[in-house]
């Protein structure tokens, strides 16, 4: 895609410093980190949405996200946590239209904020669950 940002960096036409690269994924830091080592990964391949992806690259991505959390906790970097996050769409907050996986260092105090307010739940609402549940399941 001519006007995507991550493809850029994946061409190498905008400057990223990688942690990762193959011909499916590629893993690199973000430039507005929440702290030391938040690292994007990215399809290689342009997909804006995570429902475009493949089987076989989401597999990929989350098991590559799971090695870079590892390797974040054994590199020294300050990390007491880490978040795993992907913004699907722009009302959910995706900024670049390129598929991609936070993997986000996390400290004590630091700027990110993870927020919402849960709905109360009871016993009454188990009919309306197993609804909710069987529209998703017939559709996988
Ligand atoms: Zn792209």
Redesign the pocket.
């Known amino acids: 895609?001519e006007n995507?940002s991550?493809?850029k960096v994946?061409s190498g036409k905008y400057r990223a410093s990688f942690s990762y690269r193959d011909d499916t994924l590629a893993a690199f830091l973000d430039i507005h980190p929440v702290n030391e080592g938040h690292m994007l990964i990215v399809p290689v391949k342009?997909v804006e949405r995570i429902s475009q992806l493949d089987q076989e690259t989401a597999r990929l991505m989350f098991g590559l996200a799971a090695r870079i959390a590892g390797a974040v906790y054994r590199s020294g970097l300050p990390c007491e946590g880490i978040n795993l996050m992907l913004s699907d769409g722009e009302v959910a907050g995706q900024e670049v239209?390129?598929c991609h996986l936070h993997v986000v260092p996390r400290l004590r105090g630091d700027s990110m904020v993870i927020k919402h307010n849960c709905s109360e739940w009871s016993e009454d609402h188990r009919a309306r669950f197993d609804e909710v549940a069987a529209l998703i399941s017939k559709r996988l």
Do not use: E, G
Request: hydrophobic share 40%; aromatic share 12%.
């Open positions: 895609m995507c991550f493809c994946i342009h239209p390129h």
